[in-house]
């Protein structure tokens, strides 16, 4: 059966290293990729993840050593947020508290709690917590299995028309409006993870200026290449809107284009996966190159900002 919801969430980061704790050991998130950014391959592409990369619990960062800070605004994703179980909001408060991450207060949203941080770059997220928190097999860190992050819960999107973005969820992507708290319109789709995108309409504010913190574009599922085909054209028939050619990105194969507010969406296909070129107990260990730069290997390797 085909899921509806967000397939990855990609952002930019300040220096590689301190990214890659923060995920790992705060959050407690399992490094499922260590690869390059295929279009700047002196630069790392993270993926982060549950046990075995499941579409939906996969957040992505192109980490700069010196990138400059963006800035929230209008046509740009506000927040990223992950599920939790609901009684580890306490758990995750004190253990941000622990690790030197401040945060806000928990708040009711929706009626779901939620707990709001940032990352080392500034980057807004939030815990959500989830009653029946479902989702694949969390990854086995020191985060004890029943507070461990499931998966994404979703995104927030700031733009000058959600209802405008709002069709493109719903006539396209699978999802429905299932309520609206003032500004706010929450879009669901049926994926136990990454099916929530809440809509904020917000006119007269500043647009928002990538940089580190921001997201880069945000990801939505299709099972296969038949089923982004059919959006693909779903996009241009009723709603004028042109994607890219389609990109080999070796774990899936994306399009891209533009939605009406100004976000950068991809449609990426479930297949093949993050075990296409390593098996699930050794993901996220090894440097991992398309075949295209395999060539390459020696010259990326030393260029690569040390880990370590
Ligand atoms: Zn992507």
């Known amino acids: ?29 399992r490094l499922v990729k260590k690869t390059v950014n295929f279009d700047d391959p002196g630069t790392y592409h993270f993926y982060y993840g549950d046990e075995s990369g499941e579409p939906g619990s996969i957040l992505t960062f192109f980490p700069w050593e010196h990138v400059a800070p963006g800035r929230a605004g209008v046509g740009s994703t506000q927040e990223t947020s992950f ?39 500034g980057m807004n997220l939030a815990l ?22 499931r998966g994404l819960n979703g995104v927030t999107l700031l733009v000058e028309d959600a209802e405008r973005t709002g069709a493109i969820l719903t006539d396209v992507f699978g999802f429905r ?17 990454g099916g929530t995108v809440d809509i904020r309409s917000a006119k007269g504010f500043l647009p928002g200026r990538q940089g580190g913190g921001s997201v880069h574009h945000v990801a939505f599922r299709a099972a296969d290449d038949a089923a982004q085909d059919a959006m693909v054209r779903r996009l241009a028939e009723h709603h004028g ?15 891209y284009f533009r939605e009406p507010g100004g976000i950068l969406f991809e449609i990426a296909t479930d297949e093949p996966g993050f075990t296409a070129d390593e098996p699930r107990e050794r993901l996220g260990q090894d440097l991992k190159l ?5 060539q390459r290997r020696s010259e990326i390797e030393t260029v690569l900002p040390a880990l370590a």
């Open 1 to 29: 059966m085909a899921h509806h919801g967000i397939h990855h969430v990609t952002a930019i980061a300040g220096p590689a290293r301190r990214n890659m704790d923060f995920y790992t050991r705060v959050l407690g998130l």
């Open 83 to 121: 599920c939790v179980p609901e009684a580890s909001i306490g758990f995750w408060a004190h253990r941000l508290l622990e690790k030197g991450v401040a945060h806000q207060a928990p708040e009711k949203r929706f009626g779901q709690s939620v707990l709001a941080f940032k990352d080392p770059d």
């Open 128 to 149: 959500v917590g989830i009653a029946d928190a479902e989702g694949a097999a969390p990854w086995a860190s020191d985060v004890p299995t029943d507070a461990a992050i």
């Open 177 to 193: 409006e299932t309520s609206r708290d003032g500004s706010l319109i929450r879009y669901s789709g049926d994926a136990a993870i």
């Open 241 to 255: 809107i042109r994607t890219t050619e389609q990109r080999d990105r070796n774990y899936f194969r994306s399009v």
């Open 290 to 294: 398309p075949p295209f730069l395999e």
